[in-house]
């Protein structure tokens, strides 16, 4: 191994790219991960460069990124108790949730929320209605989940003043209902969202 010691910024570079799912180098650097530093995670093969072409360029521009290796995701799951990590398919959204984390202080960072968390969070809180006794709520949320209607959010944090927050990467293909089930999902565990644009 090229890196003989961890550091809790590592932990946090680690737990960044494993919600957004992929990372750019100029976000790595605003959370104290230098370009050295990702270089030898790149020669321990624990994540690898990955890169798309940017739309907005006529001519071919291809915008580097990072995500995880197989090593890479055992290595996290083993030190770090960190047993899942977003798909690296959607380069251009995963990147720019990665911005998005990666420029809010550190202590938020620290308190993000990926979005299987946030699904099992909506999970429990529809169960809880039906605990509840609020019957036809939990009926409407069943069958909205069964045909698919409600869509975790991105990220919660919780902010400096304490208040869990929530964002969303929204990219061209979002149509009113995919936003909708974002909605739901917010009003279900009861923390505002935020919307971005990729």
Not at 30 to 42: A, E, F, H, V, Y
Not at 109 to 117: A, F, R, V, Y
Not at 141 to 167: H, K, P, W
Request: aromatic residues 8%.
């Amino acid at each position: 191994m090229h890196i003989k010691k961890f550091y809790p910024k590592d932990e946090r570079f680690f737990k960044v790219l494993a919600t957004a799912g992929n990372i750019r180098s100029i976000d790595a650097h605003k959370i104290d991960i230098s370009d050295t530093r990702l270089k030898n995670m790149i020669k321990d093969h624990l994540i690898k460069e990955v890169s798309y072409v940017n739309p907005k360029h006529k001519e071919v521009e291809s915008c580097k990124s990072y995500c995880f290796t197989d090593k890479g995701k055992q290595f996290i799951h083993k030190k770090y108790g960190i047993d899942r990590t977003q798909s690296p398919a959607a380069i251009r959204h995963n990147c720019k949730v990665a911005e998005t984390i990666c420029s809010l202080q550190k202590r938020e960072i620290d308190t993000i929320k990926p979005e299987w968390e946030i699904r099992d969070q909506m999970k429990e809180a529809i169960e809880n209605l039906r605990d509840q006794g609020e019957l036809e709520r939990y009926d409407e949320y069943m069958e909205m989940l069964r045909e698919q209607q409600l869509s975790a959010i991105d990220f919660t944090y919780v902010n400096m003043q304490g208040v869990e927050c929530g964002i969303e990467v929204t990219t061209n293909s979002y149509s009113d209902s995919d936003i909708a089930g974002k909605e739901i999902c917010s009003e279900i565990i009861n923390v505002s969202v935020s919307y971005v644009s990729a």
